[in-house]
């Protein structure tokens, strides 16, 4: 009776761990869709009502927007099947970190029209799935918004492994943040720049995360996860 007083209980607290993290990542899904394309949708809605207005004051005007809203809804829709990407299981098994960064620089590489350089750490580099999934999804990201936002031609990802914890950098040579220097996670909070949802992940894998910002010549973000 004991036993099984035991295996109930471990169940239960197996069950409210699941659902737990379940609310987490339903909140963070929410709050990256809220960052990124809900916001792209908005401004293109706010344009096509100013467009339709304009076509009683201004036809040539409102077919001449009509035309960048056409633009700028194909960018919505990369945006909105980036983002489905993010959502997608990881294409390699979910133990090896190093692996796990690879394909998804190749898979980028072969999609964003940029040149891509990864330095791994050149051996297994083992890790919690949970830890793997997270730090894949701050890679994906990070990605994204460089070709989302920077302008660049080139980017380098380097991932190593350090004393108990692994540092990942992500480096562009594109247009940089809207300041000049380097920030830390807590600076970063402070004054809301850099990536939000990028933030919240490395917090809530208790990491460090940096990020230089050079405006003109590009930025990077080096990110300290522990294993």
């Known amino acids: 009776m004991l036993l099984l007083q035991r295996a109930l209980r471990r169940l239960q607290a197996v069950f409210h761990w699941g659902e737990a993290a379940r609310r987490d990542e ?19 809605e706010m344009r096509l009502a100013a467009a339709r ?15 960048a809203l056409a633009g700028l ?26 692996a796990l960064a690879q394909r998804l620089a190749e898979d980028f ?10 330095q791994g750490p050149g051996a297994p580099l083992t890790a919690a799935p949970e830890t793997c999934l997270e730090t894949a999804q701050i890679l994906r990201e990070a ?5 989302k936002h920077a302008c660049a031609k080139r980017v380098g990802i380097a991932l190593r492994r350090l004393a108990g914890e692994v540092e990942m950098s992500i480096d562009d040579d594109g247009r940089g943040f809207p300041f ?23 917090r809530s894998l208790g990491g460090a995360l940096t990020v230089e910002s050079r405006p003109g010549r590009g930025a990077r973000l080096l990110v300290r996860i522990p294993l």
């Open 26 to 44: 339903r909140r963070r899904i929410a709050a990256d869709l809220h960052d990124g394309p809900l916001q792209s949708v908005i401004g293109l």
């Open 53 to 67: 207005a304009l076509t009683e004051r201004d036809p040539r005007a409102a077919l001449k927007e009509l035309e």
């Open 73 to 98: 809804a194909a960018t919505v829709a990369t945006e909105l099947r980036a983002f489905q990407r993010t959502l997608d299981p990881p294409p390699v098994e979910i133990t090896d970190l190093g």
């Open 109 to 118: 590489a072969a999609g964003a029209g940029l040149e891509v350089r990864f």
């Open 143 to 147: 990605l994204a918004n460089v070709r």
């Open 180 to 202: 000049d220097g380097t920030l830390t996670l807590e600076e970063l909070d402070q004054q809301e720049a850099g990536p939000a949802s990028i933030r919240r992940r490395v």
